[in-house]
């Protein structure tokens, strides 16, 4: 084999390898810069693509996938001149990558700034209470305005969130304590409630125990009245039936006299000290010693 063999065989080589490592394979969620003779010539996606040796070469390499931003605390003055420490996280997307390769020098560092300014912007209009009160507010207005900025840069920002809303150490203690005298305040008026809430069950508990004790005094005095008025009407009634039986039978003076007479030691019954006889009740007593007198003499 000769020298002109091998340097045939070299220069294969050489071509093969010039040829491998010109072939490149853009891997999913990334995008290629290509440039031709240091201008942009194309942007490669997805697949197998060759490079032109000595003529194209990579930019950039760019990822799509949603990025996220965390920049350190940033030192912010409110409308009511208090300044805080407040760090944000951003969340974007590379959605042109010629842009975005092209747009501006270092794009991290743009959209810190970007974010910098823009929070100082929304702040100084806002008081120290609706700070700490309008994060989502806060949010979606940088959100919007950023969004807005990063456009020409092929960034799309997807959300902004504050991380942390640190106010001064003095700012930090008075409104623990504020907040501390406020949950005092709701533990005493809750407190207070269930006392006065307590305090009112006890009373109409009390209030229908007295109302049934009265009720049922008066369903009993009610009853009992109705048993004298029943016991009255029945003695009334057997008075009347014993009258009509008596005047049914058709009795003699001299009977009813008698009866009369019994009814007036029945009335004495051995109790009475001092009796004072009418003249009907001597007379009816000479009427009952004629007529034994009478029936002796027939004996």
Known sequence: MGPLE?????????????I??????????????????????????????????????VAKIVSLKEQVADFPPQPVIT????????????????????????????????IENLSATTLRNIIGDLELDQCLTSRDIINSKMRSILDVAT???????NRVELKNILPPKEIQNAMEKQ????????EAILKAEGEKRAAILSAEGEKESAILRADAKKQAAILEAEGRAEA????????AEGLKLLNEASPTDAVIRIRALEAFAAAANGQAT??????????????????????????
């Open 151 to 157: 456009d020409p840069w092929g960034i799309k920002v």
């Open 179 to 186: 907040m501390k005298a406020e949950r005092e305040r709701r």
């Open 79 to 110: 409308k009511d001149n208090v300044t805080m420490q407040i760090d944000t996280v951003v969340y974007f997307e590379i959605t042109d990558p010629k842009l975005y390769t092209y747009g501006i020098e270092n794009p991290m560092t743009a």
């Open 274 to 299: 001092k009796i004072i006889i009418p003249s009907e009740i001597q007379g009816l007593a000479g009427l009952a010693e004629g007529i034994v007198e009478s029936v002796k003499s027939k004996k």
């Open 20 to 57: 491998a490592r010109n072939i490149r394979v853009v891997q999913q969620a990334k995008a290629y810069v290509v440039e031709r003779l240091g201008a942009y010539s194309t942007t490669w996606g997805v697949g197998l693509h060759f490079k032109v040796p000595f003529i194209e070469r």
């Open 232 to 239: 009255i009407i029945k003695v009334q009634q057997a008075t």
């Open 6 to 18: 091998f340097v045939l065989i070299a220069i294969v080589l050489i071509v093969i390898v010039i």
